[in-house]
């Protein structure tokens, strides 16, 4: 039963280790850099600034464009009128009207004698008069319809029947000059990149910058709970000394009463340290992008002393110059306003452009009217020339000339305050540096205090306010160690992340 009862407790020491995870420091830089919303947001913009770059690119290139349309007319447009049109259709009828009458006078005013003489002259060619003149009326009424028919063509020929209208087009424009505007747009588009890869920097080095700083408080946060606990120990061990001292009559009652306060005060210490270190990890849970109750343990939370990097972090404000995105990005924002204004100057330029096409429609005219598609190839140059537009493009150009020099001048600010920053930070590193080795002294002779506080005691030489006074010296001098390594940390980071180069 002992042995059973002994796997449980094992198999549940196992789940809790499983449950915890260890991170390193480019652990959680990793996992913040992954999960971090706004660089997410910043990586998208910067996809929308390269698709905007290659959209200016295709301003080089010709556009082709097709059209079509269909339209229906209630009437159709007319070239000949009414009277054109039956003078047109009747034109045979009107032509041989005078010739027919002719011919009926002809015959009705011929004489018997005439008459006889003109049959017995025709015996010849197998007729007479009056079949003759059948004949010919005849052929006055067959020449009068074929003329009438050939009228009919012409007023059909010129019917247009423009009620169903098909049209269409392609055309193509090829800019040859547009005043240098499309020049400006590009370099635009390819500073706006810029300008966006540049604020991935900027988020990456503040996010890494936040991490660390999350990181390094846990740490120093834990190494105070073990200081905290192991004070406790130490105070609650006086206590006990004490209590016996106090029964076998050689210590006061007071100076019980004086260490219990210090063993309340180290258990109060204790409870605040351990509440700030869960509120702490909550915040490094947040940053790296895990759920809150996460239970992580930091890689360095059981070192008994921090690695600190003697070399540091070096550079000058030249070297931020060059490396803070931040300053990339306000120099990217000078040079759009340059080309802006140069964009807005292009609107007092000629613009040229090659134009081409094939355009067809349904009637055509390109053979007379036709019911069918027809169409022309067109080539051309076009050339828009701006005359007077009242000063709107000068006072345009004005107003982006102020637009680049506040630009400008906000650069030069920043360049100020980044150099002071700088110095700031070098500053910062060097009295955290100092405060090190002050701290790592004062801790070596607080031991020092204590060990031989506590041998005093124990001998019966020196009393126990001697001993908590010890305590209390060690305990502030092991804070400020800790203290001390952590602002080495923090200023490092600090310096390199105002020179730019924290990412790197």
């Not at 706006?192 to 991935?200: C, N, V």
């Not at 210590?251 to 109060?268: F, I, P, W, Y």
């Not at 895990?290 to 540091?312: N, R």
């Not at 094939?358 to 076009?382: A, R, T």
Request: overall charge positive; proline content about 1%; hydrophobic content about 45%.
């Amino acid at each position: 039963m002992k042995g059973f009862v002994w796997l449980l407790l094992l198999a549940g020491a196992v789940q809790g280790a499983a449950a915890q995870r260890v991170l390193g420091l480019d652990s959680c830089r990793a996992l913040a850099l992954r999960n971090n919303k706004q660089l997410a947001i910043s990586e998208l913009q910067l996809d929308v600034a390269s698709n905007m770059r290659k959209s200016a690119r295709t301003k080089y290139l010709p556009r082709v464009s097709a059209v079509g349309t269909y339209m229906y007319n209630s009437r159709e447009l007319s070239i000949l009128n009414d009277g054109q049109k039956r003078a047109l259709s009747g034109i045979g009828t009107t032509a041989t009207s005078g010739l027919a009458g002719s011919l009926h006078g002809f015959g009705a005013g011929l004489t018997t004698e005439q008459k006889a003489a003109l049959d017995e002259a025709l015996k010849v060619f197998g007729t007479t008069t009056d079949q003759a003149m059948g004949n010919l009326g005849a052929q006055v009424s067959g020449l009068a319809s074929a003329l009438n028919a050939e009228g009919q063509k012409v007023v059909d020929a010129f019917r247009t029947d423009t009620r169903n209208i098909f049209a269409g087009a392609v055309m193509l424009t090829q800019p040859l000059f547009m005043g240098g505007s499309i020049v400006a747009m590009n370099k635009m588009a390819r500073l706006g990149e810029q300008m966006a890869a540049s604020g991935i920097d900027a988020k990456r080095q503040q996010t890494v910058y936040n991490a660390d700083n999350a990181y390094w408080t846990i740490v120093s946060l834990r190494h105070k709970q073990r200081l905290a606990e192991s004070y406790l120990k130490l105070v609650s061990r006086l206590d006990a000394d004490v209590q016996k001292m106090i029964r076998e009559g050689v210590a006061t009652r007071s100076e019980g009463l004086s260490v219990k306060v210090k063993v309340n005060e180290a258990q109060m210490s204790l409870t605040q340290v351990g509440d700030g270190l869960a509120l702490a990890r909550m915040l490094l849970c947040q940053i790296c992008g895990l759920p809150l109750d996460t239970d992580i343990v930091l890689a360095d939370e059981g070192a008994d002393s921090l690695a600190i990097d003697e070399a540091g972090a070096h550079g000058g404000a030249a070297e931020a110059m060059q490396n803070r995105p931040e300053l990339q990005m306000l120099r990217s924002t000078v040079d759009i306003s340059r080309q802006a204004t140069n964009l807005l100057k292009a609107g007092r330029l000629p613009q040229v452009a090659l134009m081409g096409g094939y355009s067809f429609s349904n009637p055509n005219v390109f053979n007379g009217f036709q019911n069918k598609f027809g169409g022309v190839w067109s080539v051309g140059v076009m050339v828009r020339v701006p005359i007077w537009n009242w000063g709107d493009v000068g006072y345009k150009v004005k107003a982006a000339k102020a637009a680049t020099a506040m630009a400008s001048l906000e650069l030069a600010e920043a360049q100020e305050g980044v150099e002071l920053q700088v110095s700031q930070e070098s500053f910062k590193v060097g009295e955290a540096d100092r405060k090190l080795a002050l701290a790592r002294a004062s801790a070596e002779q607080a031991e020092e205090n204590l060990r031989s506080a506590n041998l005093g005691f124990r001998e019966g030489v020196i009393q126990s306010t001697t001993v908590m006074e010890a305590q209390t010296a060690w305990l502030k001098a092991q804070s400020q160690k800790i203290d001390a390594e952590i602002e080495v940390k923090l200023s490092r980071l600090g310096l390199r992340k105002a020179l730019g180069t924290l990412y790197d």
